[in-house]
């Protein structure tokens, strides 16, 4: 149900995240979805590509700092009020969002949320009981 | 004006022949009784009784800063702790300061070199002195405010900080003279002028102004700014505090080392060889009237050259030039001393932190600000910012907790700190450049 992201530690120097989007394309790295946090001197890109292994290999061949994150993909239909009723059961149960961020394409009828939570497993219980469907690594992959 | 003409003016023979005589005796005295000092002879083969001229003085060891780190708190003393009655401290390389102690006899030579400089400067009985130097472990405070006290002035004593209180203070006491760090001398000029107070039009007239290095230009600067005349004093607190070396207002052209006190030295800091008289190198300094804390040949890290010639203020004990530099990597932002080690034992204490990391200081306006720039890695990276800003929070608080400097913390990149010849570029100093 997990799916793994990569994170990327940029300064804020024009032409970095180029740099970084240009690494992954020559190395054949499809970027799925991605976010980018910045604060006045640095920023954190995280990613969703088909390849993480691959992607991480190739960044800390050019020295960038990177990390692996679980962060799970969560099916929200695609109609007023729908995030909202995803983040009501969350809430609810007392889990916690670190982040958020709207994967690019649809599933079926469906929006994909990737979430990152504090604790991935209460999050997966709780949404799980509550019928909200969580895609599994390979279809967010493949999407 | 000269406070005390009998040695102020005092004939170069006869000020060499006084130095002779009180450097056999602090010589005997150290050897008897600093342990530190008795090896430090034995290692090199001498005795006291081999110093028979000025000229052996180069035969004696030198005494480094590390050295009184090594002899924390008390160690180089050189008479038992009931006859101290006066103990300070500067800031220390691993948290730990550097500790003086002074005898009745030594805070009364403190006192009477203060009250040498601040005649030197200009100042008199019937001038208030605003001294807005820090009043604690460290020297600057207490130094001048006894040594204005001897010359009969009236004494403010301000300490640091809270700098409307001090522009109220000094228009409504009619502060005649300022003694301050020459960076605070402008942002208290910074801070009049947008309270809308004209600080040239107070009675200020003289800034006996040092604990940090400041240009011809920032003193150009100063004078302009505040309508007075500024002054460079000197010292540190190892030799004594404030008033090791002041400029005449007469010259204003170097700075007057109490000769009858101090033996300066000029060094090649390399090779640690006396150099010929009027070049430029590391100042040495030999305490011969201390009881306290006697230091032999102490390595001040300072560059200057001696000027030995005459001055126009009559004035005979020799002269160092404004500083110029020091020969160790040694920062004095704000007033405090701060040692890129110091910096690195910080980063060194926290879990996963590498120490890779650059100073950058620079001045803003008036004030200096320090950079501290710190390599990310896989460690210490996450991908919750909030998580990253605990890091640099905690980097800028453990910095100032150590030595009390406010800094800003940025987190880099790895290898984006410049790694030259297999050694780092630890600090870019800006200052000089634009000041």
Redesign the interface.
């Known amino acids: 149900m997990k799916v793994e ?1 990569i ?1 990327i ?3 804020n120097k024009s032409g970095r995240l180029a740099e970084v989007c240009g690494i992954l394309g020559q190395a054949g790295v499809n970027i799925r979805a991605l976010s980018l ?1 910045d ?1 006045s ?2 920023g ?1 890109l ?1 990613l969703i590509v088909k390849d993480s292994e691959k992607a991480l290999k190739v960044l800390r061949e050019h ?5 692996k ?1 679980e962060v799970i993909g969560v099916e929200v239909p695609d109609s007023p009020g729908g995030l909202s009723t995803i983040l009501q059961i969350l809430d609810r149960n007392n889990v916690n969002v ?2 958020m961020y709207a994967f690019v394409e649809r599933s079926g009828d469906n929006a994909v949320i990737i979430f ?1 939570f504090d604790d991935v497993d209460e999050a997966i219980t709780a949404l799980s009981k509550n019928g909200v469907n969580i895609l599994k690594s390979e279809m967010i992959t493949s999407i | 004006m000269i406070w005390n003409d009998d040695f102020e003016t005092l004939p170069r023979e006869a000020i060499e022949a006084l130095q002779l005589k009180r450097l056999q005796q602090t010589v005997e005295r150290v050897y008897a009784t600093v342990p530190f000092y008795k090896k430090a002879f034995g290692k090199l083969g001498i005795k006291p009784a081999d110093i028979k001229s000025l000229d052996d003085l180069r035969k004696l060891p030198f005494t480094l800063k590390q050295d009184m780190r090594d002899n924390y708190p008390y160690g180089l003393f050189a008479v038992p702790l009931e006859q101290i009655v006066r103990i300070h401290a500067s800031s220390g390389t691993t948290g730990k300061p550097t500790v003086v102690g002074y005898s009745r006899r030594d805070i009364d030579t403190w006192t009477e070199l203060m009250a040498r400089s601040f005649v030197a400067a200009g100042t008199h009985k019937g001038d208030i002195i605003h001294n807005a130097y820090g009043y604690g472990l460290f020297t600057g405070g207490l130094g001048a405010h006894y040594g204005a006290e001897r010359v009969g002035a009236s004494v403010i004593p301000m300490s640091g900080g809270n700098t409307k209180k001090q522009l109220m203070i000094m228009q409504d006491f009619g502060s005649t003279v300022l003694t301050c760090t020459p960076s605070y001398s402008l942002y208290l000029a910074e801070v009049a002028a947008e309270e809308g107070i004209d600080i040239r039009k107070l009675k200020l007239k003289v800034g006996i102004l040092g604990a940090e290095p400041w240009s011809e230009k920032m003193r150009q600067e100063i004078e302009d700014k505040l309508n007075i005349k500024a002054i460079d004093i000197y010292g540190l607190s190892e030799i004594l505090g404030p008033g090791v070396g002041i400029e005449c207002i007469e010259a204003q052209n170097g700075l007057h080392i109490w000769e009858d006190h101090f033996i300066p030295e000029i060094i090649d800091p390399e090779t640690g060889e006396v150099l010929p008289d009027g070049e430029r190198g590391e100042l040495v300094i030999t305490t011969i009237t201390k009881e306290g804390i006697p230091l032999i040949r102490y390595r001040t890290r300072d560059i200057t050259r001696l000027i030995k010639e005459p001055c126009i203020c009559g004035r005979t004990h020799a002269r160092i030039e404004r500083l110029s530099g020091r020969s160790d990597d040694m920062l004095i932002i704000r007033g405090v001393n701060v040692f890129p080690s110091q910096i690195e034992s910080v980063l060194f204490n926290i879990e996963g932190v590498e120490p890779h990391y650059q100073l950058i200081v620079e001045r803003e306006g008036t004030l200096d600000t320090l950079e501290v720039q710190v390599e990310v890695n896989e460690q210490t990276f996450s991908d919750e910012i909030k998580i990253l800003q605990g890091l640099s929070n905690k980097i800028r608080k453990d910095i100032k907790d150590l030595l009390g400097v406010t800094c800003k913390v940025r987190l880099v990149e790895p290898k984006s700190i410049t790694r030259s010849e297999g050694k780092a570029k630890r600090v870019i100093d800006n200052r000089q450049k634009n000041s």
């Open positions: 992201q994170s530690f940029i300064e946090a604060t001197d640095f954190i995280r020295n960038f700092t990177v990390s994150t670190e982040y990152r």
